[in-house]
């Protein structure tokens, strides 16, 4: 599998570059894990650490699903991997297989494309009790580009380990 990535454009109004450049940071995930099997995206980081591709995928899911169905669209539903509120949880991706990761995550993603194509601006708002009370679609938009840019930078390490690639 190959994944398509766009780059974002060069101008355009606020909520377009913000959805492009999101976009383009779940695009460079997937790439990160393009021909990649299941051992390899298990692959760890460095003991005692738990980080790996498939890790870093299960926890974008995760991140999706609370950042834009829990806070922005106020589902009533639970977590798949840190039911206890920890992040980390999902980085332990030693039983897990790309199907499954890859499913939640694109699952995730197309609810949160859907919440925040229907939302009617960026100024729409949830309550984020860490955060300490209502934050808004744009807030989360940023939030999810830095927590996407963040770990693709680690992405970009356990894919070099994996098998040399770099760049991109």
Same mark, same amino acid.
């Given at each position: 599998?190959?994944?398509?990535?766009? &780059?974002?454009?060069?101008? *355009? &109004?606020?909520?377009?570059?913000?959805?492009?450049?999101?976009?383009?940071?779940?695009?460079?995930?997937?790439? /990160?894990? @393009? *021909?990649?099997?299941?051992?390899?995206?298990?692959?760890?980081?460095?003991?005692?650490?738990?980080?790996? +591709? +498939? $890790?870093?995928?299960?926890?974008?899911?995760?991140?999706?699903?609370?950042?834009?169905? !829990?806070?922005?669209? /106020?589902?009533?539903? #639970?977590?798949?991997?840190?039911?206890? #509120? @920890?992040?980390?949880?999902?980085?332990?991706?030693? &039983?897990?297989?790309?199907?499954?990761?890859?499913?939640?995550?694109?699952?995730? %993603?197309?609810?949160?494309?859907?919440?925040?194509?229907?939302?009617?601006?960026?100024? %729409?708002? *949830?309550?984020?009790? /860490?955060?300490? $009370?209502?934050?808004?679609?744009? !807030? %989360?938009? !940023?939030?999810?580009?830095?927590?996407?840019?963040?770990?693709?930078?680690?992405? @970009?390490?356990?894919?070099? $380990?994996?098998? &040399?690639? %770099? #760049?991109?």
């Amino acid at each position: 599998m190959t994944t398509e990535r766009t &780059g974002p454009p060069l101008t *355009g &109004g606020e909520r377009e570059m913000l959805r492009a450049f999101l976009d383009y940071h779940r695009a460079t995930l997937a790439m /990160k894990c @393009d *021909g990649l099997g299941d051992d390899d995206l298990r692959s760890r980081s460095m003991p005692p650490s738990t980080l790996s +591709l +498939l $890790g870093l995928v299960r926890h974008m899911a995760e991140v999706e699903r609370v950042w834009f169905r !829990l806070v922005i669209d /106020k589902q009533d539903i #639970g977590r798949d991997w840190s039911d206890d #509120g @920890d992040f980390q949880a999902a980085y332990d991706a030693s &039983g897990s297989t790309r199907a499954e990761a890859f499913d939640a995550w694109q699952a995730e %993603v197309a609810h949160a494309r859907r919440i925040e194509e229907q939302a009617p601006s960026l100024d %729409v708002t *949830g309550f984020h009790a /860490k955060m300490g $009370g209502e934050v808004s679609l744009r !807030l %989360v938009m !940023l939030h999810l580009i830095h927590e996407y840019a963040r770990h693709n930078g680690h992405a @970009d390490f356990l894919r070099e $380990g994996i098998d &040399g690639t %770099v #760049g991109a």
